[in-house]
């Protein structure tokens, strides 16, 4: 009886063996975000849907607030990748590191921000800021840039044409328009929904429609990272590919359902009409490919507001090779 026991206990732990050798086993992946948003469904979808782990990949998800952080967790080996906007690798090249922050897959595709103002204003035209109070995001994100490039798109002079306020934290922006004398702010969902529903603002433009596609938020390593780890950092492109379609393939409601468990405060109706919002406007990119047309865009983006610290050539800091490997395949 014994010796059965222990055969059947060999055999079972050799199924198990053959098993982990076939899968590859499992990488952990330190997977740092720039903050908690909507505005990254798709990556919450893979998360959420078991695509990372269908890779054998587990994700250990971070949580940075702020980009200077999540570059630091990178650069630091605090992070394995990082979500955050392609700016912030052009910022670590001007700095002069060594080891290059790679963008090679692309999660979002267009500004995220809407322009909420405190009153009611159904034939809003651009030209209605001017002479009035904007909230605007901090100085050097991307926000603040593609909102300031809007603006000057529409003749209207961020320094001269409207008191612009940029000192107030992320965090609190929300807050101090909701209690301040701010006629305007901008605003990403699902807070933009959530102040019009609650009557404290109302939508009434789109940042980005207006800025056009630019590589917003992409996932980066560094290039030893990349280097060194080449198969999970496919596999890990996989995964939000699989995503990625799967947000086209499904609806609001059924991407806000899967999502919901990372934005327990908000209702399931204001976060479908949020997703919906951003599908409708086409902010999640359709696939991990960050192409020339977008990394130049940023560029224009980065320099008509004054914060382009060099002319970095799209093949220095992006990567396409996986991405469209992965399509491929």
């Known amino acids: ?65 702020g980009g200077d952080k999540t570059m630091t967790a990178l650069l630091s080996d605090g992070a394995d990748i990082a979500l955050v906007g392609s700016e912030t690798s052009i910022y670590v090249q001007a700095r002069g590191s060594k080891d290059k922050v790679i963008n090679f897959a692309q999660l979002t595709q267009t500004d995220g921000t809407f322009l909420v103002a405190k009153e009611p204003n159904p034939n809003f035209e651009w030209q209605d800021l001017k002479n009035t109070t904007f909230l605007g995001q901090r100085v050097g994100g991307m926000p603040q840039m593609a909102g300031e490039y809007v603006l000057k798109k529409h003749d209207i002079n961020p320094e001269t044409d409207l008191n612009l306020i940029q000192n107030v934290d992320f965090a609190n922006i929300p807050g101090a328009f909701a209690s301040g004398d701010a006629q305007y702010v901008q605003l990403f969902e699902p807070t933009a929904s959530t102040f019009e529903k609650e009557g404290k603002g109302h939508i009434v433009a789109s940042f980005g429609k207006e800025s056009g596609h630019v590589p917003y938020t992409t996932f980066m390593t560094k290039e030893s990272f990349m280097t060194n780890n080449e198969k999970t950092v496919k596999n890990f492109t996989k995964a939000v590919h699989k995503a990625q379609k799967w947000v086209q393939e499904h609806s609001a409601k059924e991407i806000a359902k899967v999502i919901q468990p990372y934005f327990e405060d908000t209702e399931l109706e204001i976060l479908a009409s949020s997703v919906d919002r951003y599908k409708s406007q086409g902010s999640f990119a359709l696939d991990p490919i960050l192409d020339k047309d977008e990394w130049n865009n940023l560029k224009d983006i980065m320099d008509e507001a004054g914060e382009l610290p060099e002319d970095v050539p799209y093949k220095t800091l992006v990567n396409t090779q996986i991405a469209e490997e992965v399509i491929g395949d």
């Open 1 to 65: 009886m014994r010796k059965r026991f222990c055969t059947a206990l060999l055999g079972c732990l050799l199924l198990v063996f053959t098993a982990a050798c076939g899968s590859g086993g499992t990488s952990t992946v330190k997977l740092a975000e720039v903050t908690r948003s909507l505005f990254y469904a798709p990556q919450y979808v893979a998360i959420e849907k078991g695509f990372f782990e269908e890779q054998g990949i587990d994700i250990k998800l971070q949580t940075a607030w």
